[in-house]
């Protein structure tokens, strides 16, 4: 029979794999480097939140969890430093919008 620590770790588990799943779709759908840059920079890291969490509640206070936040707290300020890096690059280089982004960014421009 599953405790209640293990159904609670489950479920931060799942919610993690729930938003790994979602950046994946998002990276291979979306239209342009941007957009995939934003999705990838974002839903990654709350997907690791999750993932982390639901590991240091399995494993309880041990010296595992202790390594599992280390490497949760670096990647969750290399993460979107190295994507809004990579954007800022592609912009000042000259990278361009995809067409319907372009559109869709200049008819939420005009409704403001």
Do not use: W
Request: aromatic letters at 10%; glycine letters at 8%; proline letters at 2%.
């Amino acid at each position: 029979m599953l405790t209640v620590r293990e159904i609670i770790s489950a479920c931060f588990l799942f919610a993690g794999l729930f938003f790994c799943v979602i950046t994946s779709i998002g990276i291979s759908r979306l239209p342009d480097f941007y957009s995939r840059c934003h999705t990838s920079g974002n839903s990654e890291t709350i997907g690791l939140l999750l993932t982390c969490t639901g590991f240091i509640i399995n494993t309880g206070f041990h010296i595992l969890s202790v390594k599992i936040a280390i490497l949760f707290i670096l990647v969750c300020i290399c993460n979107p430093i190295g994507t809004h890096i990579l954007a800022r690059t592609a912009y000042q280089t000259g990278y361009k919008m995809s067409v319907s982004s372009r559109k869709e960014a200049d008819h939420a421009d005009s409704n403001h």
